[in-house]
C-alpha cells in the first residue's frame, strides 16, 4: 500500500500497545463515560501544552471535514505558512494522520517523538486513548518542528472530542451536518449538531459550509451568538475556479469554497499557481483507470448520496460493481437507499477490521431494496475473488477502501 513500511508501522504500534483497549471496542469508544476531556489536561501537562505554541484552525462536521482540512492546510502552505495537519482515520498508512506542511512524518521523527511522549505518561503513571495521545503527539511535533499553524480535524462530534482540549483558536469551520454516530452523539440533528458546534470557542470567526439541514444550522448559527462568534459563509465558487480541477465531484467543489473562505478570515489570499492539491485518500479517488478502480470512504446515507451523484456525474457512461462492507451503528439503510440510485452490481463483504460487520444487514436491506447483489464475499482476501476487467468502487467504510488499496495499490 502507498507509503507504507510494515516494520516502521508495526515498530510504531507496538509503543502504544497498553493504550488500544479504548479504540478497539466500539461499545467502550461510544460509552459517555469515556466520551470526556477529563483525561487532556494532564495529557498536555505532559506533553508541555504545545496547543499553546500553534494558532490553531479547528474543523468539525459529519461530511467533508477531512477533505476541508486538507485544503486548509495546502491553501495555508500557498500563502507562505508552515503548517502541521492532524487528521483520522488513516488509509494505508499511520504517518497519513500527522503531516508537515501536506508530507507524511518521516517514520524516525514519529516514533522517536513517541517514545518520548509515552515515556512522560509512565512517569506520570496517565491511561489515556489511543486517540488522545495521537491529538497531543501532532501538536507536539508540529511545536518541535516549527510549524506555524495547526490544522485540527474533529475525530466523533466536538464538543467532547479530544481536539477541542484547545482553549483558542484563529478560526473554526463546520462542514455539513448529517446522522452519524448517533449512540454517542444523540439521534436528532439538533444534538448531533449541538455537539459538532461545540468547537466554537468566543470571539472566534467560524465558518459555516452549507448545511443539508436548517435544524443543524440553526442549532450552529445560535451557538455561535451565544458565544459572539462572527459566522462567515464559504467563499463564493467564482472565486475559486482557477483553484478547482475539472474532475473534481461536486462536493469536494463546495468543501474547497468552505476552506478558501477560512483562508479569507485569517487574512490570506493566496494564488491558484502557489496551490498544490493535497492528496484526498478515499474520497471518490481513482487509485487505477483500466479498469476504472475507486475508493470512498461513505458511511452514511448523506456520505453515499454524494458519492453516487458524483460517479454519475464523472463517469456517466460506466457501469461499475460496488463492493460494499460496513460495520455495525451505521445507517445501513440509509446507505442502501442511496446506493440503489446507482445502476450497478453489487458485492458484499465483510470490511478489514476487529469491529462487528454489518454483513447481515447488509444482506437484509440490499435485498429489500431490490439490489442487484451478484456475490457475498465474507472473507474478500485477493483481488481474483473478484470479476476481472471490470470498474469497481470500494465503499461502506474506511476499512473497505482499505480492501481495494490493499488489492490494487
Avoid at 222 to 234: G, H, S
Avoid at 293 to 320: E, G, I, T
Avoid at 352 to 362: F, G, I, K, V, Y
Wanted: proline residues 7%.
Amino acid at each position: 500500500m502507498r507509503d507504507l513500511i510494515p516494520s516502521e508501522e508495526e515498530r510504531f504500534f507496538s509503543l502504544f500497545k497498553e493504550y488500544y483497549d479504548l479504540e478497539k471496542s466500539v461499545s467502550a469508544q461510544h460509552d459517555p463515560n469515556n466520551y470526556t476531556l477529563d483525561r487532556m489536561k494532564p495529557l498536555a501537562e505532559a506533553a508541555g501544552h504545545p496547543e499553546t505554541r500553534l494558532r490553531i484552525i479547528h474543523i468539525a462536521g459529519t461530511k467533508g471535514k477531512g477533505s476541508t482540512s486538507h485544503f486548509i492546510s495546502a491553501l495555508l502552505q500557498a500563502s507562505g505558512h508552515s503548517v502541521g495537519l492532524f487528521t483520522s482515520p488513516h488509509l494505508a498508512t499511520v504517518r497519513e494522520r500527522f503531516q508537515l506542511n501536506n508530507q507524511l512524518i518521516p517514520y524516525d521523527l514519529l516514533i522517536r517523538a513517541s517514545t518520548e511522549l509515552i515515556a512522560e505518561l509512565h512517569r506520570r503513571n496517565l491511561t489515556p486513548s489511543l486517540y488522545e495521545i495521537f491529538t497531543v503527539l501532532a501538536m507536539k511535533i508540529f511545536v518541535d518542528m516549527n510549524m506555524e499553524y495547526a490544522v485540527m480535524e474533529t475525530g466523533i462530534g466536538g464538543l467532547l472530542d479530544a481536539t477541542n482540549y484547545v482553549p483558542a483558536a484563529d478560526c473554526c469551520a463546520i462542514t455539513p451536518v448529517s446522522f452519524d454516530h448517533v449512540a454517542l452523539l444523540g439521534n436528532t440533528i439538533e444534538a448531533i449538531a449541538a455537539q459538532k458546534a461545540g468547537i466554537i470557542k468566543p470571539n472566534t470567526p467560524v465558518v459555516i459550509a452549507k448545511q443539508p439541514y436548517a435544524a443543524a444550522e440553526k442549532v450552529i448559527i445560535d451557538r455561535a451568538a451565544a458565544v459572539n462568534a462572527p459566522v462567515i459563509r464559504p467563499a463564493a465558487l467564482a472565486d475559486c475556479t482557477d483553484f478547482i480541477q475539472p474532475t473534481w465531484p461536486p462536493f469536494l467543489k463546495e468543501n474547497f469554497q468552505t476552506a478558501l473562505a477560512a483562508l479569507h478570515v485569517l487574512g490570506f489570499n493566496p494564488l491558484p499557481a502557489d496551490f498544490r492539491m493535497p492528496q484526498l485518500r478515499a474520497r471518490c479517488e481513482a487509485i487505477r483507470q483500466n479498469p476504472l478502480v475507486l475508493l470512498d470512504a461513505a458511511h452514511n446515507a448523506d456520505s453515499m448520496a454524494h458519492l453516487v451523484q458524483s460517479v454519475k456525474a464523472l463517469y456517466p457512461d460506466v457501469r461499475f460493481t460496488v463492493v460494499l462492507a460496513s460495520v455495525q451503528g451505521k445507517d445501513i439503510h440509509g446507505i442502501v437507499t442511496e446506493l440503489a440510485k446507482l445502476d450497478a452490481d453489487i458485492i458484499l463483504t465483510n470490511p478489514h477490521t476487529p469491529r462487528t460487520s454489518a454483513l447481515p444487514q447488509l444482506i437484509s436491506e440490499c435485498a429489500d431494496a431490490r439490489l442487484h447483489v451478484t456475490q457475498v464475499i465474507p472473507d474478500l482476501h485477493s483481488p481474483e475473488q473478484l470479476p476481472k476487467d471490470t470498474p469497481l468502487i470500494f465503499t461502506g467504510s474506511f476499512f473497505t477502501a482499505v480492501i481495494g488499496e490493499s488489492f490494487f495499490n
